[in-house]
């Protein structure tokens, strides 16, 4: 697949005007975190959680640093930071997780024998589908609708700890938080110089030598 912003590393901002003390210590925090460390959930809660992670959001084996994505929602969890709001059809999201988890892999274990983590790439999806649409089988997710589950608590957790990593800002060219420099070229198809340059077809080396001097 085409780099998007091909050369462009956010990272090289760190020591730049572009980033403050305060941007700094927010970054260092979320690059520290251990992608194998958590609290929150027990050996079977996280082996699921993890394998789940891989599956909405897999990571190519190139990219570095990655997003501990399990980590983050664990470490989240863990603190009982909730985001100010809820579907009040769910349960607060620590009680939503346990049970979500553990009905996923009852889930597998009713469609294989085997715990979610347990099954292949295929099955893993085949098994997320279901939840996706509420067509599941297991009493487990009794009081905790699958479907909803899946969109509002799984899926939004689970996208927004990757966005949230700077592991996934090169990607897609943003900057990190504009503080203190702000942007200034608000116009359409417009940017500032220290911002990533998206490739275009045929000139995407171009690109690649301007984003590796952005800072």
């Known amino acids: 697949m085409t780099e998007r912003y091909p ?3 956010v990272l090289n901002k760190r020591n730049s005007p572009s980033w ?4 700094r210590e927010v970054i260092d925090a979320r690059l520290a975190i251990d992608e194998d460390f958590h609290r929150f959930c027990d050996q079977a809660e996280w082996r699921a959680l993890r394998a789940i992670c891989e ?3 897999p990571q190519p084996a190139h ?3 990655k997003a501990p994505i399990a980590a983050m929602i664990d470490q989240k969890l863990y603190s009982g930071k909730g985001d100010g709001y ?3 059809r769910l349960p607060a999201q620590g009680d939503a997780w346990r049970k979500g988890l553990a009905a996923i892999d009852a889930e597998a274990a009713l469609e294989s024998g085997k715990s979610f983590c347990e099954l292949g790439q295929e099955q893993q999806r085949a098994v997320l589908r279901k939840v996706q649409k509420g067509e599941v089988a297991s009493p487990a997710w009794a009081g905790l609708p699958a479907q909803l589950f899946f969109a509002k608590r799984l899926l939004h957790d689970i ?3 990757y966005y949230a ?3 996934s800002w090169s990607e897609i060219g943003f900057g990190g938080p504009a503080s203190p420099r702000g942007y200034v070229r608000m116009n359409f ?3 500032d110089p220290w911002e990533a340059a998206e490739a275009k077809v045929g000139r995407e080396e171009e690109a690649r030598r301007d984003n590796e001097h952005v800072g």
């Open 189 to 191: 198809d417009r940017r």
């Open 55 to 57: 599956q909405i959001v």
């Open 159 to 161: 996208v927004t700890a």
């Open 86 to 88: 809820r579907d009040a």
């Open 7 to 9: 050369g462009y590393n």
């Open 20 to 23: 403050n003390d305060q941007t």
């Open 165 to 167: 990593h700077p592991a």
């Open 63 to 65: 990219h570095f640093p």
